[in-house]
């Protein structure tokens, strides 16, 4: 996503989002449990054991004026992880 001169990808930082583009019209904020299976063996036995890790997650929805598509970027821990141009013009 282009914010004047700046180009929004892939990894930047909420940060560097918010410099190069503002505030966000609309945020949306949740946490995301990602699960981890490991299998443990010894002594004949088989197991299995699973963790879950909380990652937070937010969508920033933007804003850029009515002969535009609306933009949505999510962040993952605080990083851009998907940046999406949603089917509805802007106001």
Request: aromatic share 6%; with cysteine; charged share 20%.
């Amino acid at each position: 996503m282009r914010c004047g001169d700046k180009l929004v990808v892939v990894g930047d930082s909420m940060a560097a989002v918010r410099a190069y583009c503002g505030r966000p019209a609309q945020v949306q904020r949740s946490v995301s449990v990602s699960a981890t299976t490991t299998r443990v063996r010894g002594r004949g036995i088989s197991q299995s054991h699973t963790a879950g890790a909380a990652v937070p997650v937010e969508t920033w929805t933007y804003n850029r004026g009515p002969r535009k598509l609306l933009m949505s970027i999510r962040f993952a821990n605080g990083q851009v992880v998907a940046i999406k141009t949603l089917h509805a013009y802007g106001y």
